[in-house]
């Protein structure tokens, strides 16, 4: 099973490295602090170091977990805390220079705050504590602790490295971003440009049709059932469109009414049913995921009618857990298929729409039919 970009086993085998290294590193500084001098006590030096140790830990932990969102509005909050961690702990290694290495603690809340702050203020945060290091060392110890010091630049080095790598990343990303947006539209270009071509083809042969019958004294009936078939053409042509320019627009229904609109628009074009289907609890999905899944059943829906005339289709749409899944199957073609020049979005940009969000499309025959089936992260 994968989750994102990372499968089951990958969370399961980083989880337990990170408990262990937990676990190992808290019982290791425990038991130098049961060890150090002055020693832990409920009373004088020894009380500090107690409260300076309670303090440091509540206020590093509390940092960390209020701040891990990026966008949220208490991140700032988070910092402050972490700054707070700062101070207690370098409290402790002024109060224990010799203890249990508190200044660890300042070390974990350096690299948090340069990875959550701007270059420019992460930079600052860094050379200050190196400076108050070297002042504590001066004023509480024999001189600087050249190594305490060696270790704070290089962690200060390799989390501007780190934000710098970072920062490229969602560049990066929001490069991919663009492109992806200008492929949609190209995409949607296309697909306009077949919708109308489909569209407009079926209403030339019906009125063809009702022309001839009509020119010979043909059956009124027929014909007028030849202009009826081409009038809901038009109607469900010009429907389809409207949603592509929609999309173009970024305006993205909700997938279970879109879906069945498209049902009705292909009954409507086809005379033939299309059964839709919904499972699950239905509730607002991500913008991406909408989206794939509307472009999914569209694309697959002008499929069976360019593929597959004639045929019965079905939809099911799946509200899952922590995904959502869509399938549309026909029943084969029951009469000729009508040949359009021009290529649609198609199979190959419907995977790579699901992949792109770290979803699955699977597609293939079924019985006299056709399948596909989506599942995207949501």
Not at 133 to 158: K, M
Not at 208 to 236: F, I, M
Not at 299 to 320: C, D, F, M, S
């Amino acid at each position: 099973m994968r989750f994102g970009p990372f499968t089951l086993e990958d969370r399961l085998v980083r989880t337990i490295a990170i408990t262990i290294a937990l676990i190992w590193g808290a019982v290791a500084y425990l038991r130098g602090l049961l060890h150090s001098t002055p020693a832990p006590a409920l009373h004088g030096t020894g009380l500090a170091v107690v409260l300076l140790n309670t303090a440091t830990f509540a206020l590093l932990g509390t940092g960390l977990w209020v701040g891990r969102a990026k966008r949220s509005r208490l991140r700032s909050a988070g910092n402050a805390l972490l700054l707070g961690a700062m101070g207690t702990s370098l409290s402790l290694y002024a109060v224990a220079p010799h203890g249990g290495g508190g200044y660890f603690f300042s070390l974990a809340a350096m690299w948090a705050l340069m990875m959550r702050t701007k270059v420019r203020w992460g930079l600052a945060i860094g050379a200050a504590t190196v400076i108050v290091v070297a002042a504590l060392g001066e004023v509480y110890d024999s001189g600087p602790d050249y190594g305490l010091l060696a270790a704070f630049i290089g962690l200060t080095l390799g989390a501007l490295a780190s934000r710098q790598n970072v920062l490229a990343q969602e560049a990066t990303r929001r490069a991919e971003a663009a492109n992806a947006v200008l492929a949609e539209r190209s995409h949607i270009a296309r697909e306009i440009h077949d919708i109308l071509a489909h569209s407009l083809s079926a209403q030339i042969v019906h009125l063809e049709g009702a022309r001839l019958l009509l020119s010979r004294d043909g059956d009124r009936v027929q014909a007028l059932d030849r202009v009826e078939r081409a009038r809901n053409l038009a109607k469900s042509g010009l429907e389809e469109t409207r949603r592509a320019l929609a999309t173009l627009r970024g305006e993205i229904p909700e997938p279970k009414e879109v879906i069945a609109e498209l049902a009705e628009e292909f009954y409507a074009s086809t005379g033939r049913p299309c059964d839709v289907r919904v499972t699950g609890v239905p509730r607002e999905l991500p913008p991406q995921a909408g989206l794939a899944v509307v472009r999914t059943a569209q694309e697959a829906l002008t499929n069976v009618r360019k593929h597959a005339p004639g045929a019965r289709a079905r939809i099911t749409l799946r509200y899952l857990g922590d995904a959502v899944g869509l399938e549309v199957t026909d029943t084969g073609a029951t009469e000729p298929v009508l040949e359009i020049e021009g290529g649609g979005y198609g199979l190959v940009g419907m995977r790579e729409r699901a992949e792109l969000i770290g979803g699955t499309l699977e597609t293939g025959p079924e019985g006299k039919g056709f399948r596909v089936a989506l599942r995207v992260p949501a």
